[in-house]
């Protein structure tokens, strides 16, 4: 997956000095550097522990899942939802803690639910279409990003190029949901490719 990085960060070095018109400078994740300015150990930790978390329990949890990983999967789209409704103004560890212990309580009271014939089905069906569901989250996983860079729905080639590599890493977090089948692999691994940004990153944030 890193080779695969390099690999595109060098062709975006040779498409913004061959093709400047492309204007790659356009979007800037404003929100991530701010918070990265006014908070480091926020911008930390949202980075290398909370978004890991929230995102893989969103994009890897239908991958092969088991009814516990159904359960994660509900409970992760629950807070991704209660996000938007919390002022934007609140200090934003608060607000994740808030939301993730939210989520731990429905987390725990669907466990203690026998599976319903409905979510049995459910379940065979996302098991024998995992490779459509491995790649579909790939995309999904790239496209939320969009939002990293811009407010809005909007779409374009630029934005294409930018969340391209987000595609590439959740093609290879599902890989190591499917080979492994637990979703504590693509967390860890997920939170290793963020921290190798955090490191890189170090100069700025002390």
């Known amino acids: 997956m890193i080779g695969t990085y390099f690999l595109f960060f060098f062709l975006l070095g040779f498409l913004n000095t061959f093709l400047p018109e492309l204007d790659l400078e356009k979007y ?3 929100e991530l550097f701010n918070l990265m300015d006014e908070s480091p150990l926020a911008f930390i930790l949202m980075a290398v522990v ?3 978390i929230l995102e893989e329990s969103m ?9 516990t990983e159904i359960y994660i999967f509900i409970c992760a789209v629950l807070a991704f939802v209660g996000l938007g409704f919390i002022p934007q103004e609140a200090h934003s560890l608060l607000k994740y803690g808030l939301v993730i212990l939210s989520a731990i309580i429905i987390f725990l009271f669907l466990q203690s639910l026998k599976p319903s014939r409905f979510l049995r089905v459910f379940r065979i069906i996302l098991y024998r279409n995992y490779r459509f569901i491995w790649l579909l989250t790939a995309a999904l996983f790239g496209l939320v990003h969009i939002w990293n860079y811009v407010e809005g729905w909007q779409f374009d080639l630029i934005l294409f190029l930018l969340i391209f590599p987000r595609i590439i890493a959740g093609y ?13 692999w693509p967390i860890t691994m ?10 890189f990153l170090l ?3 002390l």
């Open 50 to 52: 909370i978004a890991p």
């Open 59 to 67: 994009f890897r949890t239908l991958i092969k899942p088991s009814f």
């Open 28 to 30: 800037q994740q404003t």
């Open 190 to 199: 997920h939170a290793m490719n963020n921290g190798i940004v955090v490191f």
């Open 172 to 184: 290879f977090f599902g890989k190591v949901k499917v080979e492994n089948g637990n979703l504590l």
């Open 203 to 205: 100069p700025k944030l």
